[in-house]
């Protein structure tokens, strides 16, 4: 299986300023043929499913703000999101979809400072 | 407009089998690429991938869960069903279905499954 780590568990940022959350794969998920990165982002609030921000790493979902951008590839993924608003409280998970089980992290919480 | 929702029982009893089904609206089963997963979340822990079945059938298994999951599709009603045999209190989560097109781009509201005596 491939284990996906989140830094850090929480945080807590400061309205208007810069969130940023990394996941780090235990192998690639870089798909050479067609150099793509098998990641996704998901943003999930208090009692409600998760919602898809994001994937191939860095391709945001209709719809999502453009304050949430994830770079990264290969191992090692970012989620930043660049000027926390109130409605940005929530849990941030990543997945890779690599191969199976498609396996998420742990888990970031983030909170208003 | 894609949506889905869970259905089955809130409480089983260790050693009992668990049924969920899936019921979607919005998209089809049988359209090339497309899949439908289930993903459970015991209270305050991580998400766990657990099967995944996709428009041509084939199915796909968490390996530490794959003895006790089976995953079915009727794409007539538009529905998925996964069952899990010999519950134990540890499989008490809330169990999401979702659409996957390539990640999981729409999930159910989630069903709460708690397994107690």
């Known amino acids: 299986d491939i284990v996906m780590t989140q830094s850090p568990d929480s945080l807590a940022v400061s309205l208007g300023e810069r969130a940023t959350i990394n996941c780090k794969s235990s192998?690639?998920?870089?798909?050479?043929?067609?150099?793509?990165?098998?990641l996704a982002w998901y943003q999930q609030k208090p009692g409600q499913p998760p919602k898809l921000l994001i994937s191939?790493?860095?391709t945001r979902k209709s719809g999502v703000p453009d304050r949430f951008s994830g770079s990264g590839s290969g191992t090692n993924f970012t989620l930043t999101i660049s000027s926390l608003q109130a409605e940005d409280v929530a849990v941030y998970h990543c997945?890779?979809?690599?191969?199976?089980?498609?396996?998420f992290g742990q888990g970031t919480k983030v909170e208003i400072k | 407009q894609i949506t889905l929702k869970e259905s089955g029982p809130t409480l089983v009893k260790p050693t009992q089998t668990l049924t969920l089904t899936c019921t979607f609206s919005?998209?089809?089963?049988?359209?090339?690429?497309?899949?439908v997963g289930w993903i459970r979340q015991p209270p305050g822990k991580a998400l766990e991938w657990l099967a995944l079945?996709?428009?041509?059938?084939?199915?796909r298994y968490s390996p530490s869960l794959e003895s006790r999951l089976t995953i079915t599709k009727d794409t007539s009603k538009n529905q998925v069903v996964l069952t899990m045999t010999n519950m134990d209190p540890v499989d008490t989560a809330t169990y999401y279905c979702?659409?996957?097109?390539?990640?999981?781009?729409?999930w159910g509201q989630g069903t709460l499954v708690t397994v107690s005596s």
């Open positions: 979702a659409h996957r097109e390539v990640s999981f781009d729409y």
């Open positions: 919005g998209f089809s089963l049988s359209t090339s690429g497309v899949g």
């Open positions: 079945i996709y428009w041509d059938d084939d199915k």
């Open positions: 192998q690639s998920i870089l798909y050479n043929s067609n150099n793509k990165n098998y």
């Open positions: 191939w790493g860095s």
């Open positions: 997945q890779q979809y690599y191969n199976n089980p498609k396996t």
